[in-house]
């Protein structure tokens, strides 16, 4: 049985960072690309980085040079660093693997101004 959970969400003023967590069960992240995705309220969900088997990441314009994505084999879990928060980060981020159905049930992140 496959689980993503994720963990690290909050309420955090504009500027601060958070760090959210992904911890997989049943599914190794090293072997499958990982990403992470939001949805505000309103809007689409919609990816915002992944990290592919080796180190290759790619992130969306809107988060380049804010958010990195890294990855821990060994505790077989997936990050999401957040540095430089915005009022419209605000959303449910959730982790997936990509190519698979699998999703965690999400973290809300706030960003206050």
């Known amino acids: 049985q496959v689980q993503l959970v994720e963990s690290g969400g909050g309420l955090v003023q504009a500027g601060g960072s958070l760090r959210l967590s992904c911890a997989a069960s049943?599914?190794?992240?090293?072997?499958?690309?990982m990403a992470w995705y939001r949805k505000a309220p309103g809007k689409e969900r919609h990816r915002v980085a992944l990290?592919?088997?080796?180190?290759?990441?790619n992130y969306a314009d809107s988060v380049k040079g804010r958010f990195t994505i890294s990855r821990d084999d060994a505790k077989n879990m997936v990050y999401l660093q957040m540095d430089n928060l915005k009022p419209e980060d605000t959303a449910v981020y959730y982790c997936?693997?990509?190519?698979?159905?699998?999703w965690g049930q999400g973290t809300q992140v706030t960003v206050s101004t």
């Open positions: 997936t693997a990509l190519m698979t159905t699998f």
């Open positions: 049943g599914l190794i992240v090293s072997d499958n690309v």
């Open positions: 990290i592919n088997k080796g180190t290759y990441t």
